[in-house]
T-cell receptor
């Protein structure tokens, strides 16, 4: 099965700084790469995703980059704000026949 | 559109009992996945149902089971509860199987405490 690792497990940044979270996966056939955000006491929500035929995708202050050769993809958050404080999960998948496998999460704290 | 709903929201059971949790997906969604969330372990996949068929099962003991009804509502059952089953149980619905690149919409979860 797919092995997924996220680094770092915790991250503290000053407000306005950038944050980068990396997700490494084992299945070279994986073709779908989403990131979910879970605020304290709330449900996880998809914030951005990318497919294997695209190297980078941006949505305002967040971006995801994919390196298929090295089998990792990263979440980039620029100009961080206190509301970015949450746990972020990556969940790569191979196909519709296999479920998403979530990483263990990265707790991001943005210090005002 | 109404979101994913889960009932009950909170549950306290004792060891050895069994429990049934319910999940109602977003209207039109045919795929329902269940996850166990505990501190430090992230979201661990339990099972996924699509059109009343179990498509995938995670690495959990046979005490964990589930089913999906014709209206896409899903239930999961845990028999012979153990202290280690205390967790937040999340369900998520999507238009089609989750691995196919369809966004998963999560419910609020059921907080199960086993004493």
């Amino acid at each position: 099965g797919e092995n997924v690792e996220q680094h770092p497990s915790t991250l503290s940044v000053q407000e306005g700084d950038s944050a980068v979270i990396k997700c490494t996966y084992s299945d070279s056939a994986s073709n779908y790469f989403p990131w979910y955000k879970q605020e304290l006491g709330k449900r996880p929500q998809l914030i951005i995703d990318i497919r294997s035929n695209v190297g980078e995708k941006k949505d305002q202050r967040i971006a995801v980059t994919l390196n298929k050769t090295a089998k990792h993809f990263s979440l980039h958050i620029t100009e961080t704000q206190p509301e970015d404080s949450a746990v972020y999960f990556c969940a790569p998948s191979f196909s519709g026949n296999t479920p998403l496998v979530f990483g263990k999460g990265t707790r991001l704290s943005v210090i005002a | 559109k109404a979101g994913v709903t889960q009932t009950p929201r909170y549950l306290i059971k004792t060891r050895g009992q069994q429990v049934t949790l319910s999940c109602s997906p977003i209207s039109g969604h045919r795929s329902v996945s269940w996850y166990q969330q505990t501190p430090g372990q992230g979201l661990q996949f339990l099972f996924e149902y699509f059109s009343e068929t179990q498509r995938n099962k995670g690495n959990f003991p046979g005490r964990f089971s589930g089913r999906q009804f014709s209206n896409s509502r899903s239930e999961m059952n845990v028999s012979t509860l153990e202290l280690g089953d205390s967790a937040l149980y999340l369900c998520a619905s999507s238009l089609a199987p989750s691995g196919g690149g369809y966004e998963q919409y999560f419910g609020p979860g059921t907080r199960l405490t086993v004493t």
